[in-house]
């Protein structure tokens, strides 16, 4: 079993900065590819960013360039900085885990088994 724990999420300005992380325990997770999905109110998850188990990474179009998602395997954690925030960032943040083993990272909220309680970032105006 994988226990998943966020924290880092906050009320910031536009423009300013977060960095969420996701502690794992229960099994190290270096070998899976692990995830970032996010949800505002009303609408669906959404894919943010991945770290697969290649250490390649995957960004939604609607953070590239603004958003890192790295891993400190020692620390079994995974980080995401999010750097120049709007508005429509404001979701709840949750992290993921995919232990299917593929070669490919998904981008499908429905194919991650195991997820985190969620923290809240706000962004004002």
């Known amino acids: 079993q994988v226990q998943l724990v966020e924290s880092g999420g906050g009320l910031v300005q536009a423009g300013g900065s977060l960095r969420l992380s996701c502690v794992a325990s229960?099994?190290?997770?270096?070998?899976?590819?692990m995830g970032w999905f996010r949800q505002a109110p009303g609408k669906e998850r959404e894919f943010v960013a991945a770290?697969?188990?290649?250490?390649?990474?995957h960004y939604g179009d609607s953070v590239k360039g603004r958003f890192t998602i790295s891993r400190d395997s020692a620390k079994n954690t995974l980080y995401l900085q999010m750097n120049s925030l709007k508005p429509e960032d404001t979701a709840v943040y949750y992290c993921?885990?995919?232990?299917?083993?593929?070669?490919?990272?998904?981008?499908?909220?429905?194919?991650?088994?195991?997820w985190g309680q969620g923290t809240q970032v706000t962004v004002s105006s």
């Open positions: 229960g099994r190290t997770l270096s070998s899976y590819a």
């Open positions: 770290h697969s188990r290649f250490s390649t990474t």
């Open positions: 993921a885990v995919d232990t299917a083993l593929t070669m490919v990272v998904t981008k499908k909220a429905n194919e991650y088994e195991y």
